[in-house]
């Protein structure tokens, strides 16, 4: 089911399989009555095809609805400069509303320590829910700390509201 595109959601856009079961984690742990305020696309086959995605696609819907953010999953493969371009690439006008996040290497590297992609997802969103790092002191996500404070100041009000 689509995202209630009148109202703020939250657009996810992953890599490959294990971004996308990762994703899906996540939006489990979303409350029931907020579910629509969040989509999981399906997987665009690699890191550069999410950016060309975005830049082909996204940009655009987004510069017609004020109310979208996007969240892009990348595999990092241990390449600081793959991050500095994916952020290149982001226009500055939609800076404020897209975040990029990924392992630092790929998330298979995750699984032995922190479960299944699905747990994985699940435990980001429970840490995005509490306003914690949680898993997001792990090695390989510590490098997303910056883009989870953004995450959390801009996204975490549309998908977990105070009660």
């Not at 595109?5 to 657009?11: D, E």
């Not at 984690?25 to 399906?42: D, Y």
């Not at 696609?57 to 241990?78: K, P, S």
């Not at 995750?110 to 840490?127: D, F, K, N, V, W």
Request: proline letters at 6%; glycine letters at 6%.
């Amino acid at each position: 089911m689509g995202a209630n595109k009148s109202r703020p959601h939250v657009l996810v856009l992953p890599e490959d399989k294990a971004n996308l079961q990762v994703a899906n984690g996540f939006h489990l742990e979303v409350p029931w009555n907020r579910q629509r305020q969040m989509q999981v696309l399906r997987e665009a086959g690699g890191w550069n095809q999410v950016i060309e995605l975005f830049e082909s696609v996204h940009a655009t819907e987004m510069h017609r609805n004020d109310n979208r953010f996007m969240v892009l999953l990348i595999d990092l493969d241990g390449r600081p400069e793959r991050l500095a371009n994916a952020r290149a690439r982001i226009p500055e006008n939609l800076n404020q509303r897209v975040f990029i996040l990924g392992a630092w290497t790929e998330p298979e590297a995750l699984r032995p320590e922190l479960g299944t992609y699905e747990a994985i997802g699940a435990a980001m969103a429970r840490s995005c829910r509490e306003g914690a790092d949680g898993i997001w002191q792990h090695h390989l996500l510590h490098h997303n700390m910056h883009e989870v404070e953004r995450l959390l100041e801009r996204v975490r009000p549309i998908l977990f509201p105070p009660n």
